[in-house]
């Protein structure tokens, strides 16, 4: 019996035992080592490596251009730093959406280089056969359905989505096509809560919310949004729980008055 405190990893099998349990699920991004070894120590359930570093680590303007290459470094980086929460990444626009050859070739490559244990695609029946084909390799899939960035300019911005009927209907039947393609748990992002609670009901594997209301089995946002570190981002259903971006600039200032100042390094500083 080791000395050290146990660690209880937390598993795709085990986040969907908590749906019958009425346990909900935790979720943030992160995309680096420091900052995913912080979260992990905090006992965040699920660190997503979302393909919004293109936005928040890159400065892109939308999702699109971040390559897989890039998903995998940031992938690869969480993941080293990580000995308890499920780890999942997001592929990139044009890893997956052409053929299930394509599709394949980036979930393996993404698997093998990142060691991540799960992969989020967007799109509902467009991906499913494809969603089939990673599960049964043996890939744990998440799907994304509502506002899916990747899909911004067929959308034309980042409004709510599924607010008609129409579109509400597809994203039911979106959501029922991929629990059936095997599925683990799916993204509901930017959606009128009414349609995530009804979704969240009719399905047996959990939903995570983002702007979908308060009946998801679990929520997720960008960490630079719920820490105060993206002072520019601030859509309603961000809570911002930490003002870092105020912290942070106090800290650099005050830095850069004591360099200037003559009053970094002390003695005690110094060898
Ligand atoms: N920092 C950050 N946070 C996110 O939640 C996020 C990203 N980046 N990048 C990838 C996607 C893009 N997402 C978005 C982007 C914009 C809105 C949004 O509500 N934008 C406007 C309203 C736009 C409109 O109504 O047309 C806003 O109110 O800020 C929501 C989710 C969610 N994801
Ligand atoms: C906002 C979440 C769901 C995401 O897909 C991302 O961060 O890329
Ligand atoms: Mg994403």
Same mark, same amino acid.
């Given at each position: 019996m080791s000395s050290h405190k146990e660690i209880k990893k937390i598993t795709v099998p085990l986040i969907q035992s908590w749906k019958a349990k009425g346990e909900k699920i935790a979720m943030l991004t992160a995309y680096d080592y420091?900052?995913?070894?912080?979260?992990?120590?905090?006992?965040l359930d699920v660190i997503l490596v979302g393909d919004s570093a293109a936005n928040v680590m890159a400065g892109y303007e939308t999702t699109l251009p971040i390559s897989l290459d890039e998903m995998i470094y940031h992938a690869a980086s969480v993941k080293r730093a990580v000995k308890r929460a499920l780890v999942v990444a997001d592929l990139p626009f044009g890893s997956y959406q052409g053929s299930k050859d394509a599709a394949f070739e980036s979930a393996v490559k993404m698997m093998k280089q990142s060691g991540v244990e799960a992969l989020k695609l967007e799109g509902g029946i467009e991906i499913a056969e494809k969603v089939k084909m990673l599960v049964a390799a043996g890939i744990p899939i998440m799907g994304h359905l509502g506002l899916t960035p990747q899909s911004v300019n067929q959308f034309g911005g980042y409004g709510l989505? #599924?607010?008609?009927? =129409?579109?509400?209907?597809?994203?039911?039947?979106?959501?029922l096509t991929?629990?059936? #393609?095997?599925?683990? =748990?799916i993204v509901l992002e930017k959606v009128p809560a009414s349609l995530a609670e009804e979704v969240s009901k009719s399905l047996s594997i959990p939903t995570i919310g983002i702007g979908a209301g308060n009946d998801c089995d679990g929520q997720v946002l960008v960490m630079q949004d719920m820490l105060g570190l993206n002072t520019a981002f601030l859509p309603k259903f961000v809570r911002k729980y930490s003002n870092l971006s105020e912290q942070v600039t106090t800290a650099v200032?005050?830095?850069s008055q004591d360099v200037k100042d003559g009053n970094f390094p002390n003695n005690e500083e110094s060898y």
């Open positions: 420091t900052f995913a070894q912080i979260f992990d120590q905090a006992n989505r #599924a607010k008609e009927t =129409a579109e509400a209907d597809k994203l039911k039947s979106d959501a991929l629990e059936k #393609a095997g599925a683990f =748990a200032q005050s830095y």
